[in-house]
């Protein structure tokens, strides 16, 4: 199973940029890696998806090494509403097996004035 | 216009009684899940299923069981409910291995 590995937590303050890493040394080919967010009292929403080197859409940008052993989530200029759990998913697409859809514990961000 | 519905939002019963979760998805999507969120915040996924095929984590304890009436819905039944059961129960659906929508969830709490 692709475990993942993440901070537990990070501290930033408005403005700056914010890069969570995630840990998946067992990562199979057919993986991909997702990240999500996540709000109190919500459900985790979808940020990024890659396979692999570098993703970017309008919110985030993904980096993925070519050994694809780990993964980096890179939050541009935040802001106070950026503060929330931040969950590292690597899994196959479907078909294979379901036990490879696993969520790391996500790593809680603090964004500061 | 909500894409991952789920009823009721909150839920509060007795040990030993029996529960259901609905969750409803109109993004006509192929999969749906079914996950639990504990106090620790640990997302553990549950079930995913299809059309053709129900794929369980097998630390799900066979009191828990999800049932499809359609694509479009996949309710989760919980037997003779525990303690331990108390969590969040999060649905959501995607198409194949793409972005995962999840709804509101739903806060069981077993007295």
């Known amino acids: 199973l692709a475990k993942t590995t993440q901070p537990i937590s990070m501290d930033s303050y408005e403005g700056q940029e914010v890069n969570i890493t995630c840990s998946h040394n067992n990562i199979a080919t057919n993986d991909y890696i997702t990240w999500y967010q996540q709000f109190p009292s919500q459900g985790p929403r979808f940020i990024i998806q890659g396979y692999k080197t570098k993703v970017t859409n309008e919110v985030a940008s993904l980096f993925i090494p070519a050994d694809r052993k780990s993964s980096t989530l890179s939050l541009p200029r935040v802001s106070l509403s950026d503060t929330a759990v931040y969950y590292c998913l690597v899994g196959e697409s479907y078909g294979g097996s379901q036990g490879n859809l696993i969520f790391g514990k996500g790593t809680k961000l603090s964004v500061k004035p | 216009d909500t894409a991952v519905s789920q009823t009721p939002k909150y839920l509060v019963t007795q040990m030993g009684n029996d529960k259901s979760i609905k969750c409803e998805q109109n993004l006509g999507h192929d999969t749906m899940y079914w996950y639990k969120q504990d106090s620790k915040k640990f997302l553990k996924i549950m079930f995913s299923?299809?059309?053709?095929?129900?794929?369980i984590n097998e630390t799900v304890p066979n009191r828990f069981s999800p049932k499809s009436p359609d694509k479009a819905h996949l309710n989760l039944h919980i037997n003779s409910l525990e303690l331990g059961d108390s969590a969040v129960y999060f649905c959501?659906?995607?198409?194949?291995?793409?972005?995962?929508?999840f709804g509101p969830g739903t806060r069981l709490t077993v007295t």
């Open positions: 299923y299809n059309n053709k095929e129900l794929i």
């Open positions: 959501a659906s995607s198409h194949l291995n793409y972005e995962q929508y």
